[in-house]
């Protein structure tokens, strides 16, 4: 899948101006700053123009004075997103265009957080389920401490349709007794907090795989009746699995938290780094701890039937800037960085862990699950 990209061109500069610095009352006016020079954007990219306003996430580059301001490459993968799913984020520099003091960018109105690739950044960015039609991904640039320069690319998401289904459980899981509300509560809490949180390092440097063989039994979005009852949707996706077979990391990442929790069961939380979060639940055992760096493919735990279930599976989720998103759109998502400047190594010393034999036929040479079976 190609994705859906710009292509600079240079025409006449739109926007010259030059700006003076005041004078110090213990030394000369400084010589007048290099001139401003915009240049229009490629077609497909809107620009603005604006006194800048706040901008929280460094360019981690020194600006280049003097140069001209030259349009940058928007591009996101995949090209159409789909409600509910990821969407990588991809912002290329021209070589000789002025580098800006810092970014920000937004795709569907929602903060992307970025990391700096080269003459660019990359990001994760969320759709969100209701999120529909037509969309914009913004970036803005401080160009100069008082200037802010915005390209806009039209971005079109498509809807999708979410069953519902009807399941039984624990009377104590759909009316939880009131000595659990407490534990329930601060479980929430707990966790929102982690997934509040945006590392500045992005740590799936080799992208992402399957936990688990891709063999469904519950998709991400279904509205679900519990005992007669409409309460949620079901905000993962379901893998198959029996007692005690393997789980694995979907992509290398920091374990933010491994520990029991009332409805999720024994769950690990993975931090891949810009906000993006994968979760592993009901399992029967987890073989990790909070703060331990892990590399894609490695043991987590066992699937299990812990919390809330109706037999034993894998819960996988995915988490992006607090965003409940399709974790099987990750496996959509093209042109990954590699390691690189800013950029974190895949933790060494790690020993790939042995397949189990629900994996038999499923692993590619390297010993990891095959990108294959995408709904």
């Known amino acids: 899948m190609n994705m859906h990209r710009t292509r600079p061109r240079l025409v006449l500069p739109l926007i010259v101006a030059a700006f003076w610095l005041p004078a110090t009352a213990c030394a000369s006016p400084p010589p007048d700053p ?72 937004e795709l569907a109105g929602l903060p992307v957080h970025v990391i700096r690739t080269g003459r660019g950044w990359f990001g994760i960015g969320a759709v ?74 992005w740590l799936a440097t080799g992208g992402f795989e399957w936990p688990r063989p891709p063999s469904f039994t519950s998709p991400f979005g279904q509205r679900r009746v519990f005992n007669g009852e409409l309460q949620s949707r079901h905000w993962g996706l379901d893998l198959q699995g029996q007692e005690g077979m393997l789980v694995r990391a979907a992509a290398t990442g920091r374990v933010s938290l491994a520990e029991g929790f009332y409805y999720q069961g024994n769950a690990v939380y993975l931090d891949h780094g810009l906000g993006v979060y994968t979760g592993y639940f009901h399992l029967s055992q987890i073989d990790v701890e909070a703060g331990d760096l892990v590399r894609v493919g490695q ?38 960085p590699e390691a690189g400047p800013g950029l974190s190594e895949a933790p060494p010393g790690l020993a790939d862990s042995p397949p189990d034999s629900s994996e038999s036929g499923d692993r590619n040479a390297d010993g990891h699950i095959a990108r294959t079976g995408l709904r």
């Open 34 to 105: 290099p001139a401003l020079v915009i240049v229009e954007p490629p077609a497909g990219v809107h620009s603005r123009y604006y006194p800048a306003r706040s901008v929280v996430w460094p360019a981690l580059a020194m600006p280049s004075p003097g140069r001209p301001w030259l349009a940058p490459e928007l591009s996101i993968s995949p090209d159409q997103p789909r409600e509910g799913t990821a969407v990588g984020v991809r912002i290329s520099l021209p070589e000789n265009g002025r580098v800006p003091l810092s970014v920000t960018v």
């Open 128 to 201: 969100p389920i209701g999120v529909t039609g037509s969309q914009l991904l913004v970036a803005r640039f401080e160009i100069q401490p008082d200037s802010v320069v915005e390209h806009l690319l039209p971005v079109t998401v498509d809807g999708r349709t979410f069953p519902a289904t009807q399941l039984t459980v624990a009377g104590r899981f759909t009316n939880p007794p009131a000595e659990v509300l407490e534990r329930i509560g601060r479980e929430r809490a707990l966790i929102r907090g982690v997934l509040d949180q945006a590392s500045p390092e």
């Open 299 to 336: 043991v987590l735990g066992r699937v299990g039937a812990t919390g809330r279930v109706t037999g034993p599976h894998l819960h996988w989720t995915l988490h992006v800037g607090g965003v409940s998103l399709d974790a099987a759109s990750l496996l959509e998502l093209e042109n990954l």
